[in-house]
């Protein structure tokens, strides 16, 4: 059956709503599911977006190379977990970064952790490449070779491994 301009409290289906591509669905209440069914998708072709609030201020879209969440608001566009942590991966096995509530930032490359935020500071795992200064106001420390193409100045220790074509002073 074909229904057209329907004005209800309350509408129960049990297969599809659709129209047409210039059809308008508006619900002044909630869409609530039956805990028995299965709600299924929201299918959305490319290009098309969910769009939230009253300025459209968020939206959620493909445009069929590329998936955005764009927020286009004057506010932040703020995740927020009660979980464990906050991550992003390329699959669920290959982790880029996992932000730990009340812990670490971890950041990976090719699924090795590569930098990590500690209680005491980061640790880096791998080389660190700067084109200007590295400062520091602490120990470092190395269990490998540290390389200065110019002069090192420290006021503070540098401890283990070598100091390879550097000055110190």
Known sequence: ASLTNITTTNITAS??????????????????????????????????RIKIGTGDDLQIYHNGSNSY???TGTGKLILDTNGTEVRISKTDSEIMANFITDGAVELYHNHVKKFETTALGIDVTGNINASSHITASGNISSSGTITAAAAVLTTADINGGTVDGATIG
């Open 69 to 71: 969440i764009q927020d």
């Open 15 to 48: 297969g599809n709503i659709s129209g047409s591509a210039t059809s308008t669905i508006n619900v002044g209440g909630n869409i609530t599911t039956l805990s028995t069914g299965s709600f299924g998708e929201i299918n959305l072709d490319d290009n098309k």
